[in-house]
């Protein structure tokens, strides 16, 4: 079955760096569209991102486009999220996503 673990998540200060990281396995991974969604406490799901199966295409939610860059090794089934210039709007609880499953999430806090 589709399984995603991401990792990386933590505390950081406004400004700051983090890089997110998704392990994908149960599928075929070279050929699917992933995506990473995040929900802020009290709020809804919010696409951030989203690369294609070559990964020479990705795409951004217009807040954090410049800031954040998506990444894919199809060698090794995982997706990447590099995150600069975070801020506190950016906190948020962030998954892995192909299709309509998604990983357990990894929490982001930027605070300071």
């Known amino acids: 079955q589709v399984q995603l673990v991401e990792s990386g998540g933590g505390l950081v200060q406004p400004g700051e760096s983090l890089r997110l990281s998704c392990a994908a396995s149960g599928f075929t991974f070279s050929k699917y569209t992933m995506n990473w969604v995040r929900q802020a406490p009290g709020k809804g799901l919010e696409w951030v991102s989203s690369?294609?199966?070559?990964?020479?295409?990705?795409s951004y939610e217009d807040s954090v486009k410049g800031r954040f860059t998506t990444s894919r090794d199809n060698a090794k089934n995982m997706v990447y999220l590099q995150m600069n210039g975070l801020n506190p709007e950016d906190s948020a609880v962030y998954y892995c996503?192909?299709?309509?499953?998604r990983g357990q999430g990894t929490q982001v806090t930027v605070s300071g």
């Open positions: 996503g192909m299709g309509a499953s």
């Open positions: 690369i294609n199966p070559r990964g020479d295409a990705p």
